[in-house]
């Protein structure tokens, strides 16, 4: 069949619904993720999806399809994505898809898909578009469809894995009325802590702001709130509630590789000598923190499923990276889960009297830049990045296992080929601010040359 290339994407299948994810195609892609699984000895699956108006009925012709090659199903309903990650270890399922557009915007929808306990990536995604384009599927006698609830077993799992001290604080929870609110605020109250609820309810229009906590925009309403309500710590999710975002009682935003730290420290306490994975995106400060509390820090590629595979392989405790995937393999599965996340930090805030601004202390300042994207096209983009390389690693030192991170001793500068688009990301960091922009004329100047060579 016919399906445009372009929907099958480093880690998920994301499209524009009717237009790239037509009737036709969200079937077919039901039957060929089913012989994916028959082929691998999979016989049952769950299945999941996010409030889009979509997602009911492409959670119908999905199902249908995998049905038809002999898989049964097994419905988990509406949910954030990080409960379809947990019904792969908590029910006898061999797989899981989850129907979910992320903090896309309204028009679109995706599908983000798991064989064994581990997402599907790169390659392995394109087989499924290879098995759509050469109609190569399998067919068996009807699969089963079930329902099953599973928010009350989650929040049962969670509740048990906690340990809350005695102090209560007030949250503000902002889910961007995505996936995250309905679970979250029940389970933060569940847990004790006074919650306001912003944007809960799903609605798949997201009236207030874009579900995107990396933002600075889009959490402008959680810092007002914040403030408002005089409350402890505001805690944003994106659409599918697998990112988080957090806010400290003043209205600074708290990044992913600030609240990793966080989360590294108190980890070590019980833990000397554990292993964090963080991604090269993330500051310095993050590595330095670990390594002088004893820890083992591994700087890793960009990309949640990539970073999992490296914790498995390296048995770490806690992953991380800027965008606000933490992945906990202390006390939980090893996968991405914001409301989780959330509760951890609500945990660490119940056990002290400080804020979460003082949790931070000792981390020297530094100045950085967000997340600089350069069109490059995507034949040259890598090449690119390789050239650059070469040409610092004659005088300084270079880390190159995703991209091309280039360090100064006093700062750095990262170029890397986008996973998902026809661009370049940069990311510069200094220990103030005119060294910041001489290290990042440096770099874009060196860049300059070589696209335009």
Known sequence: MQVNPHIFREYDIRGLVEQDLTDEVVYSLGRACGTLYKRNGVSRVSVGRDGRESSPHFRDLLSRGLRETGCDVVDIGMAPTPLLYFSLFNLDVGGGIMITGSHNPPDCNGFKICLGKAALYGPEIQGLRRIMETDDFVAGASGSLTEYEIVPVYDQQIMSRLRLGARRRKVVVDAGNGMGGFVAVPLYRQMGFEVVDLYGEPDSKFPHHHPDPTVVENVQDLIATVHKEQADVGIAFDGDADRIGVVDEQGRIIWGDQLMIIFSREILKEQPGATFISEVKCSQTLFDDIARRGGRAIMWKVGHS???????????ALAGEMSGHIFFADRYFGYDDAIYAGARLLEILSHTEQRVSELLAGVPPVVSTPEIRVDCPDEKKFQVVEQL??????????????????LFGDGWGLVRASNTQPALVLRFEATHQERLQTIRRTVEEKLRQLKGS
Request: proline share 3%; hydrophobic share 40%.
């Open 306 to 316: 990539p970073i999992k595979a490296k914790m498995k392989e390296e048995q770490a």
């Open 389 to 406: 390389a070469a040409e610092f690693k004659q005088d300084h030192e270079v880390i190159d296992i995703d991209g091309a991170r280039i």
